[in-house]
């Protein structure tokens, strides 16, 4: 088959599946935010260990931070889905060498259409809590398709992974220069699922296509970022 269903992968592009019992429904007021709360019994071992090595190194006084690209005042985020780019924005947000951060959210490669909605929406509600810009960008699954023909059976971060990069940062980076962004970065570069030398070549590509744009690389998979 050459449907987008046969070419999903574990991080991004959700499919329908078998329903599963969902948890207890909490308010908002029950909900949280700490870096510093317990794992859960059932947590996986990447989890625990990632966990460990985090809190040695905040014992021996580490201290997150981020580097900025000198010259850099205005970034445009890509997001694939809200969750992946808390940590980024947080990040970024946080930083007072930025004047603005803008998430962009081009993702012609998740589906179901409900899967993609679900996650734009998640992304604008995240954006509009913390009072930053987002960017509702077209749902054009057509073009996915077309430029992903004979790819339909390659393995994950195969060949068709980096024509999926170069799509999405293509159209990022296109908006980032007609817009006047110093530069663009991707919530792709934070997953453990992804090579980061496939994704950050995507974002490298993107940004020479136009004078004066730089892609924002970086080590988005930190033990510090991952956890969060």
Same mark, same amino acid.
């Not at 580490?62 to 980024?88: E, F, N, T, W």
């Not at 012609?108 to 929406?121: A, D, F, G, S």
């Not at 987002?134 to 996915?144: G, H, K, L, S, T």
């Given at each position: ?9 574990? $991080? ?5 599946a078998?329903?599963? #019992? #969902?948890?207890?429904?909490r308010s ?6 700490? /870096?510093?709360? &317990?794992? *859960? ?5 990447w ?5 460990e090595? !985090?809190? /040695? ?10 580097d =900025?690209? $000198?010259? =850099?005042?205005? =970034? !445009? ?5 809200? *969750?992946?780019?808390? #940590? ?8 007072? +060498?930025?004047?603005e =951060?803008?998430v962009?959210?081009y @993702?012609? @490669?998740?589906? *179901?259409? +409900? /899967?993609?909605?679900?996650?734009k929406?998640?992304n604008?509600r995240?954006? &509009?809590e ?10 054009d699954?057509?073009?996915?398709? /077309?430029?992903? +023909? ?6 994950? %971060? ?9 799509? %999405?940062?293509?159209?990022? #980076? !296109? ?12 919530? @792709? ?5 992804? $090579?980061? +030398? ?12 136009? *004078?004066? !744009?730089?892609?924002?690389?970086? $080590? ?9």
């Amino acid at each position: 088959t050459s449907s987008i269903n046969a070419m999903t992968n574990p $991080d991004e592009e959700e499919v329908d599946a078998p329903s599963r #019992a #969902a948890p207890p429904a909490r308010s908002s007021s029950e909900l949280s935010y700490s /870096e510093g709360a &317990k794992l *859960p019994s059932d947590a996986p071992a990447w989890a625990v260990a990632a966990s460990e090595r !985090l809190r /040695e190194k905040r014992d021996s006084g580490y201290i997150s931070s981020i580097d =900025v690209p $000198d010259g =850099v005042k205005r =970034v !445009l985020l890509h997001s694939c889905c809200a *969750p992946c780019s808390g #940590a980024m924005v947080e990040e970024m947000c946080s930083s007072e +060498k930025l004047d603005e =951060v803008c998430v962009f959210f081009y @993702n012609p @490669n998740i589906h *179901p259409r +409900k /899967e993609y909605e679900i996650r734009k929406e998640e992304n604008k509600r995240f954006c &509009k809590e913390l009072g930053i810009e987002f960017v509702d960008c077209d749902y054009d699954p057509e073009n996915w398709y /077309e430029r992903m +023909k004979g790819m339909e059976y390659d393995p994950e %971060r195969g060949t068709r992974c980096t024509e999926c990069f170069d799509m %999405r940062m293509e159209r990022t #980076a !296109l908006y980032a220069y007609e817009n006047g962004f110093d530069a663009i970065a991707t919530t @792709n570069a934070t997953s453990r699922w992804k $090579d980061a +030398k496939q994704v950050d070549g995507s974002g490298y590509r993107a940004a020479e296509r136009y *004078p004066g !744009l730089k892609y924002w690389c970086q $080590d988005w998979q930190t033990d510090e970022m991952t956890l969060r």
